[in-house]
C-alpha cells in the first residue's frame, strides 16, 4: 500500500483495521462454517451438512438467551422526531378532540349505532343491518380502504403491503389472491398520493386516488361499520359497489356527529375521560408568559361542556384567542374566510367585522393567515398540538414553519406491549434467527435447504406472533414487520414531538429541549461506531 502522510489518513487506517476485527469477531461464532478468502472482505461458505448448522442454531439461541433484555420504555415520556427547544416557543396551541379530550370506548359505540341506523333511515340499507354489532379492536387508524376493490389493508412506508393484514368486509384475504389483484405487493404511489407529479417534478391535476387513509380516532368505527355491512353483503350474496358503500358509510357516519354532540353534552362523563392534570399544565404555561390558543373543528357548546370537566368552568381563562368549528385543513389551507363572532347565548354567528382577536370571546371559522396576522404570532415560536397527521399537522409545519406535537393515545398501549418480557425476547431472537438464516442463505444441499426451511418458518411464526400482541388482524400502528407503517412514516415527518396524552408535558419543563435519538441506519448496523 502506497504511504500517505497525515493524521487523518492514520486514524482512517486505524479505524478500518478495527471495523475488520470486529466483523472477524462478530462472524467467529460461526468460524467452522466459514472461510475467509483471498480478499479480507470477502467471506465465502463452505459446504455443510445438518449437524454444523444446528450447532450454529444453538449457539446463537443459547446467546439470545444469555442477553440481558433492553429496559422498559417510559410510557408517560415524550418522545422526538426533530429537535425543539421550549425556550423558543411562546404561544401553545391545540385542537380539541383526541388531543385535550380523549373519549372512551362508549364514543365508537354510539358512532357506529348513529351511522349504522342512517345507512337504513336515509340510504336504505338492508334492515337485516341492524343486527350488525361493534366490533371493538378490529381495526387500528392509519389503514387505507380501497375504493375500487373494496379492502381494507395495511401498507408500510414504501407502500408494500404487508401480507397477512388485507380484509374485505371481516374475512382476511389470501396471499395469492392479494398478489393477483395487485400484481405485486408494492401500491403505486399514484393510488394513495393526491398531489403526485412526474418526472420533470410538475404536479398532476387529473390523478385519482384509489386508497382513502383512515387517519384519526373517529374513523375506527367507521372502519369497523364499513367492513361489518361489506361482510353481510358477502355472506348474503347482495351485489355491491365498493365505492358507493365507502360514501354511504363515510357520510352516514359524518351527518350522525352532531346529534352526537347533542347526546355527549347531556351526559359528557359517559364519554369523555377525566383528566385533571390538563389544567395543572395550562396553569403553568400560563405562569410562565406562554400564550395559549384552541382551534378545534367541533362546535363551542360540544367544547365548552367537555372542558369544563376537564378544566373547570374558567376554562376560557386560560385562553387568548378560542377558534370553533375552524374547518380543518381548509382553515390552514384557504386565504379568503373570514372569522366570524359566535354568540354562544343565540347560538348564532354574528356579522360584525373581526379586525383583531380578542380573550374572552369565541371565534368561528376564519384562518390561519389571518389568525397570523391579527396576533403577530408565526414561524418557530408557535408550538401546536393535534391528532389527525395531515389535517392538524402537515400544513402548519410545512407551509408555516410552525412547531408540531402529535397525540397519540394507541401509543400506551404499544409501549405496555413493547415492554413485556415474552415480547422482547422474541424481538431479540427474531433478530438473531434473522442474522443467522442470511448468513446460512447460500445452500449446496438437501439438507441444509431443510434446515433452511425451518429456520424460516420459525421466523415466519414469530413475526406473526410478534404482529398479533398489538392488534391480531392488522398489528401495530406503528409497524408492519420491520418497516414503518405508512401512518408513522407520515407521523414523523410532520411532527417534531409526540406522545401518549399532552400531560405527559407536566414531567419536563417549560424550558426542556427535546432530542432525537441517533437511529440506526443499515449500512451503520456492524459500524465501530455504533
Known sequence: MKSVEGSGTKY???????????????????????????SPWKVQQRYMSREPLSEAYLRTKQKCES????????????????????????????????????????????????????????????????????????????????????????????LQIQLGTVYRGMTPVSDEEVLRLYKNRAIPIAYVESQVKNARGQRLHDVKIKMVQLADLFSVPEMSLLCNVAEYFERNHIDYHPEIL??????????????????????????????????????????????????????????????????????????????????????????????????????????????RLEKGKIYYEGTVKQLQDMTGWRGEQVLYFGDHPYSDLADVTLEHGWRTGAIINELAHEIETLNDPEFKMNCNWLQMLTQLIEDFQDCESPEEEEVLAKWMAERDDLRQKIKCVFNKQFGSVFRTYHNPTFFSRRLFRFADIYMSHLTNLLNYSVNHTFYPRRGVMPHEYTSYFV
Not at 20 to 38: M, P, Y
Not at 279 to 287: D, K, P, W
Open 12 to 38: 482512517a487506517m486505524v479505524h478500518a483495521c478495527m471495523l475488520f476485527r470486529r466483523l472477524v469477531c462478530a462472524n467467529a461464532v460461526l468460524h467452522e462454517n466459514i472461510q475467509i478468502s483471498s
Open 67 to 158: 442477553k440481558k433484555l433492553p429496559p422498559d420504555v417510559n410510557k408517560n415520556a415524550v418522545f422526538a422526531c426533530n429537535e425543539l427547544d421550549l425556550k423558543e416557543v411562546n404561544v401553545y396551541g391545540f385542537d380539541y378532540d383526541y388531543t385535550l379530550a380523549h373519549y372512551k370506548q362508549s364514543m365508537d359505540f354510539l358512532l357506529y349505532k348513529l351511522g349504522r341506523d342512517t345507512l337504513i333511515q336515509k340510504h336504505k340499507y338492508p334492515a337485516g343491518i341492524k343486527e350488525l354489532e361493534y366490533k371493538p379492536g378490529f381495526a387500528v387508524r392509519g389503514l387505507h380502504y380501497d375504493i375500487e376493490k373494496g379492502l381494507l389493508l395495511k401498507i408500510d412506508s414504501f
Open 246 to 355: 365507502f360514501h354511504d358509510v363515510k357520510s352516514s357516519v359524518q351527518s350522525g356527529h352532531p346529534v352526537m354532540h347533542r347526546i355527549v353534552e347531556q351526559n359528557v362523563s359517559e364519554y369523555l375521560e377525566q383528566n385533571r392534570d390538563i389544567r395543572r399544565l395550562f396553569g403553568r404555561l400560563v405562569a410562565a408568559g406562554k400564550k395559549l390558543f384552541l382551534v378545534t373543528n367541533s362546535p363551542y357548546h360540544f367544547v365548552n361542556k367537555g372542558m369544563e370537566l376537564l378544566v373547570g368552568s374558567d376554562w376560557m381563562h386560560y385562553f387568548d384567542v378560542v377558534i370553533v368549528q375552524a374547518r380543518k385543513p381548509k382553515f390552514f389551507t384557504v386565504e379568503s374566510r373570514p372569522f366570524r363572532i359566535y354568540d354562544c347565548e343565540s347560538r348564532t354567528q354574528l356579522w360584525d367585522r373581526v379586525t
